[in-house]
């Protein structure tokens, strides 16, 4: 980081110390004062990641809460301020945090240095599937890279170029160190996740899932992506009478039973397709765009991916 940036950095956290001062304490979270570096992350899938990289560096204050909707979680007042003080913003990028991006681009024109993950790391766009599904949002791009372990990996790199670049007081060989660790522990990820799907024939690699989230794991690891019981890229959007008419068709074609909708979300809709498809539809839970809190399955990246990587198999083998 330049001198110059170094000044402007000080100069907002002086600002922000008097505010907290005045409002007595109210915004002392995130206004402390003090010099230590920060960087600060929208996403809690990339906040645990970050954090990896980062280690004791930097103070990571990550946006969203666990078991929240990337598409449709927002900012409090504090929390904005907090994005203007950080050294480093990392984002998804790609229109995930849609209620979160008007945010980002106040800081970027501020000075505060960003970093769009999902649009280095080679982003695939929505494509409709066999049944025309998807059809408003294809070619748009999907930012749901984090399920394919080795776009992760990419992410890794380009988040620690960035730490190193713009976060005055990081040790580079120390955020490089553990850069190189976690992304060993991605490369033997990505190795037991291949292993697992090898269980899985290739007839029944088939998926049909809440909205359409899954794509990049179904690139890397060989998987069809049937449908989605919200024909969108985004939760935002709702299905119609014929969406669910076109998905069931698709199902029965394939002779797929088995319906992966988010944990942290009610089965509402995958439900409606057991009626559609007047029998048996089993519906298996996935922890598809966020973490859960601590303990409850999926409080990291790694966790996440492994226990979606077992729900899968399980699912897709349990005939």
């Known amino acids: 980081m330049t001198a110059p940036k170094r ?13 907290a001062l005045l409002c007595a304490g109210t915004v002392t979270a995130c206004v402390s004062g003090d010099d230590r570096p920060r960087v600060v992350v929208t996403t809690n899938i990339l906040g ?63 000075g505060v240095p960003t970093v769009e993950v999902g649009k280095v790391v080679d982003p695939l766009t929505f494509r409709a599937t066999a049944d025309g599904e998807l059809e408003e949002g294809a070619g748009q791009p999907d930012p749901h890279f984090w399920t394919d372990p080795d776009r992760m ?27 190189a660790r976690y992304d060993r522990q991605l490369a033997g990820l990505t190795a037991w996740m291949e292993k697992s799907f090898d269980r899985v024939p290739e007839d029944d690699r088939a998926l049909v899932t809440n909205h359409h989230v899954f794509g990049y794991l179904a690139d890397r690891f060989g998987f069809r ?26 199902m029965r074609e394939a002779g797929v039973r088995t319906v992966f909708a988010d944990s942290s979300r009610p089965g509402r809709l995958a439900d409606v397709l057991r009626t559609e498809l007047g029998g048996r539809v089993e519906v298996v839970g996935l922890y598809s765009e966020s973490l859960t809190a601590e303990g409850e399955g999926a409080d990291t ?16 083998t349990a005939h």
């Not at 000044?7 to 505010?19: D, F, H, Q, T």
């Not at 990996?153 to 850069?179: F, Q």
């Not at 024909?231 to 698709?250: F, N």
């Open 7 to 19: 000044l402007v950095l000080r100069l907002r956290r002086l600002l922000w110390a008097v505010i």
């Open 48 to 110: 645990d990641v970050t954090r990896e990289i980062v280690g004791g560096e930097a103070d990571v204050t990550v946006l969203m809460k666990p078991n929240a909707d990337p598409h449709s979680f927002g900012l409090s007042a504090v929390e904005a301020a907090e994005m203007e003080n950080a050294d480093l913003v990392v984002l998804n990028g790609l229109g995930l945090e849609e209620n979160v991006l008007r945010h980002v681009e106040a800081v970027r024109e501020a």
């Open 153 to 179: 990996r990419k992410a890794v790199g380009v988040i620690a170029d960035e730490v190193v670049e713009n976060v005055g007081g990081a040790d580079e060989r120390t955020v490089r160190r553990n850069a």
């Open 225 to 250: 992506v049937i449908g989605a019981v919200v024909p969108s890229g985004t939760t935002l959007a709702s299905p119609s009478s014929s969406d669910l008419r076109s998905l069931t068709e698709a």
């Open 301 to 316: 990246y790694l966790r996440m991916m492994r226990a979606n990587t077992t729900a899968l198999t399980e699912g897709l």
